[in-house]
Structure formats: C-alpha cells, structure tokens
Nanobody
C-alpha cells in the first residue's frame, strides 16, 4: 500500500512537494505514477517515473511546472509542484506499476496498483 502526503492549501503561483511512501514493499524495480482527481471529474494522469529513474513523463497540463523524482534509499517518489494554479486542485494519489522493470511506463490508471487515500491539494486565493 502506498501513502501520499504533503498536500495542503496554497495560493496561485505557490509550490508544494508531495511524497509517496511504500509500506511493506520496495519501489526499487517499479515505475511509480501520480494521478489526481478534481471534484466531479475523473482521475487523470499527472506524472510517472520509470523504475530506473531515468525517464519521467508528465501530463500536458503540468509539463514544465511539476517534477517527479525517486529516492530508492528512502523508498519514496516525490512530486515537486511549482506555479500551482486553481485547476491543480484535487486529491493526489500515487500508484506502483503492476509489472516490474517495464520498459514502457504506463500512463493510465489501470497500469498501477497499491492506491492509498491520497493527499488533498487546494490552490485558492
């Protein structure tokens, strides 16, 4: 099971850093993805990082503002979010790839598992 943390309320233009921690399993050989769900909307892809950490992928709306990184020593995957906007508001979840060492990182929700409760991000003036 993964646990996302670090959410909060910020003003437009602000920053937050989310962290995804795994309990009872290692993330070392698995891609990890971040998704978010805004009120009344479906869960959408935000970012993902390959198991090696070499490749990162981003949703169009966050490209250039968000950065995903991993620290295998800490067994965590972080999401640095800069220049946050009201449309970034939502619950952010992290998931781990269903398949280890996959060359193609999934960017759909069904490619992941281990979803926790998520962390709420609110961007408001």
């Amino acid at each position: 099971q993964l646990q996302a943390s670090g959410g909060g309320e910020v003003q437009p233009g602000g920053s937050l850093r989310l962290s995804c921690a795994a309990s009872g399993r290692s993330l070392d050989w698995y891609a990890t993805g971040w998704f978010r769900q805004a009120p009344g909307k479906e869960r959408e892809f935000v970012a993902a990082i390959s198991w090696s950490g070499i490749r990162q992928y981003y949703g169009e709306s966050v490209e250039g503002r968000f950065t995903v990184s991993r620290d295998n020593a800490k067994n965590t995957v972080d999401l640095q979010m800069n220049n946050l906007q009201p449309e970034d508001t939502g619950i952010y979840y992290c998931g781990v790839d269903r398949i280890d060492k996959r060359l193609i990182v999934p960017m759909k929700e069904d490619g992941y598992e281990g979803w926790g409760q998520g962390t709420l991000v609110t961007v408001s003036s």
